[in-house]
């Protein structure tokens, strides 16, 4: 039981991080670009990233409601780490829940190979994104296969 709550507790930590890490966008792109210039200048990442930073500031003094799109998915973020809280308390009658983070892991890869290209993302970045995929999955698997575990012990 132990493991499988430090493991939902790791995935939990990450998607609120997600979560609120999305609202201040302007403000984390600017220290984003500020770190890349000290370490990576004259990268093609670094002009990546000041690229989003100088969109994400137009957009914000131009169209401020476009955010609210980023707002929803920090939101999105944030309940469904309420969502693990019931895996967390219960992980046997709330495998369903691990089994949909896992699900959901997985989507993360065709979603940013697929629309990745079509909304000019750079290949780097799309592999970046994918790793929160992968890297999701790990904590999840190791619950997923102690839940088993702990389900046959139970049966026997």
């Not at 944030?78 to 308390?89: H, N, P, S």
């Not at 790793?131 to 012990?153: D, Q, W, Y």
Request: hydrophobic share 60%; glycine share 8%.
């Amino acid at each position: 039981m132990r493991r499988i709550r430090i493991c939902l507790s790791l995935f939990i930590a990450g998607l609120v991080l997600s979560g609120i890490t999305a609202f201040p966008l302007v403000h984390e792109t600017a220290l984003l670009s500020r770190a890349v210039a000290y370490f990576a200048p004259n990268t093609s990442l670094f002009a990546w990233v000041v690229r989003v930073h100088q969109a994400l500031v137009a957009t914000s003094i131009q169209y401020p409601f476009l955010a609210y799109g980023t707002d929803w998915l920090a939101f999105a973020h944030l309940v469904l780490a309420v969502l693990f809280l019931g895996a967390w308390r219960d992980p046997v009658r709330n495998r369903w829940v691990i089994e949909f983070g896992l699900i959901a892991c997985a989507g993360v890869i065709p979603l940013a190979l697929i629309a990745g290209p079509i909304r000019g993302i750079p290949l780097y970045w799309r592999f970046g994104d994918c790793s929160f995929g992968v890297i999701g999955a790990i904590p999840l698997v190791i619950a997923l296969k102690s839940v088993r575990r702990l389900e046959s012990s139970a049966a026997v």
